[in-house]
């Protein structure tokens, strides 16, 4: 059965570009149930598994991660776009469908010993999320799993995780 949220989705026909259909979880946000009830069932299948941080991808993963972090007891670490990180960092580039990206993530943020949850709002072909997990685990931590709210199945993100468990209330098929 769909997460009972998914009435909120509301779906932004070419935004930002045309052929895209943006899955804007604005509403969703701004219901206190239904964010809550977000949170809740984000959460659940990771209690009692060791977690030490919660990472969000920036920007719309920031919202749900550190939620899902203060529900846990846990810290939250930033994965955040290129330049905005103050301190020393660690970055990885990966592929878009037009040119490539870069992520970047505090060299000390996690390190040898802590076990990480990722959180993002969207998975869409799971580039950004591969290279959040790369980045993690370069600092010698273990990625536990990928938190995401939406999963658009249809791009196959899950198959570029390396094996990482993905976790998704709304899955598009
Ligand atoms: P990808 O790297 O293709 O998995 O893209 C994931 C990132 O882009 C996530 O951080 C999402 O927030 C965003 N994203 C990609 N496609 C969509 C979409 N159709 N609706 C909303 N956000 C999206």
Redesign the pocket.
């Known amino acids: 059965m769909p997460h009972s949220s998914i009435d909120l989705i509301r779906d932004i026909p070419d935004f930002p570009t045309p052929g895209?259909?943006?899955?804007?979880i604005t509403p969703v946000l701004a219901d206190a149930a239904a964010f809550q009830s977000v949170i809740t069932d984000m959460v659940a299948p990771y209690v009692g598994q060791g977690l030490t941080h919660v990472a969000g991808?920036e920007a719309?993963?920031f919202i749900l991660a550190t939620a899902v972090a203060d529900r846990l007891g846990l810290g939250f670490v930033p994965v955040r776009k290129p330049g905005k990180l103050p301190a020393a960092t660690r970055s990885v580039s990966y592929e878009?469908e037009y040119g490539t990206d870069v992520l970047e993530l505090h060299a000390d943020a996690v390190g040898p010993g802590d076990r990480v949850l990722v959180v993002?709002?969207?998975?869409?072909?799971?580039?950004?999320?591969a290279a959040a997990i790369q980045l993690i685990e370069e600092l010698g931590a273990t990625v536990v799993g990928l938190s995401v709210y939406?999963e658009?199945a249809f791009?196959a993100?899950a198959s570029r995780l390396n094996g990482t468990p993905l976790s998704a209330l709304v899955v598009y098929a």
């Open positions: 895209i259909v943006f899955k804007d991808i719309r993963g878009l993002d709002d969207v998975i869409a072909t799971g580039g950004t999320a939406v658009l791009l993100g």
